[in-house]
């Protein structure tokens, strides 16, 4: 079993709809968790961090954290061409300061 | 400075070949990572430094690997007599001390082996 483990998609989703994206964890000592955004050809960008249970919301993209079923989520509203990316999930353990990433889920937006 | 450095941005190497990678992190920025990241993968933690300090190097491949940030600013990620599966794009990110911070990841150097 893989540390953080994602859907590798891809996920197609119609412009305007919501997109969500799903992340599992198996170390359950995980303190900090977030979720980058990487274009093709481009390095990871950091979109959102989340460290207690529940919602966190940055303008369109909110995060869920629910830490007893391990389970990471990001959605995204109003989905536009330009958020089509690989979305990649990360996880910091709670004595380590690497994060683990996922192998990332594409996500493409249909105008 | 204002963002994660890395250089060179690609590089071509024979088989056998050494080759030094260079990271620049953000200003202030304590905590360095290296990581690999495969075609289609997510990427791979390879070593962690917090300040000069090497605190982690248990994601490095092989003893051809090798990771200095000596005066706890510039990291250069070392490769020795390189492989075709050492292809990849590697990735150094920086972040300030502490559990909460994210990184913030320079653009990388796509190694390729022929």
């Known amino acids: 079993q893989k540390e953080v483990e994602q859907n590798s998609g891809p996920l197609s989703v119609p412009e305007g709809a919501i997109a969500s994206l799903n992340c599992t964890y198996s170390?359950?000592?995980?303190?900090?968790f977030f979720w980058y955004r990487q274009y093709s050809g481009k390095s990871p960008e950091l979109i959102m961090s989340i460290y207690s249970n529940g919602d966190k919301e940055d303008g369109r993209f909110t995060a869920q954290l629910n830490k007893a079923s391990q389970y990471v989520s990001l959605l995204i509203r109003d989905s536009q061409p330009s958020d089509s990316a690989t979305y990649l999930c990360?996880?910091?353990?709670?004595?380590?300061?690497?994060?683990?990433f996922g192998t990332g889920t594409l996500l493409a937006v249909q105008p | 400075g204002a963002g994660v450095s890395q250089s060179p941005r690609y590089k071509v190497a024979k088989r056998g070949q050494d080759v030094a990678l260079r990271c620049d992190p953000i200003s202030g920025h304590v905590s360095l990572f290296w990581y690999q990241q495969a075609l289609g993968q997510g990427p791979e933690f390879l070593t962690y430094?917090?300040?000069?300090?090497?605190?982690?190097k248990s994601g490095l491949p092989s003893d051809r690997f090798f990771a200095e940030r000596p005066e706890g600013s510039v990291s250069t990620l070392k490769i020795q007599r390189t492989q075709q599966e050492d292809s990849a794009v590697y990735l150094c990110a920086s972040s300030l001390r502490g559990q909460g911070y994210g990184y913030t990841f320079g653009s990388g150097t796509r190694l390729t082996v022929v």
């Open positions: 430094f917090q300040n000069e300090a090497q605190l982690d």
């Open positions: 170390d359950r000592g995980s303190q900090s």
């Open positions: 990360a996880v910091r353990g709670g004595a380590t300061n690497k994060l683990i």
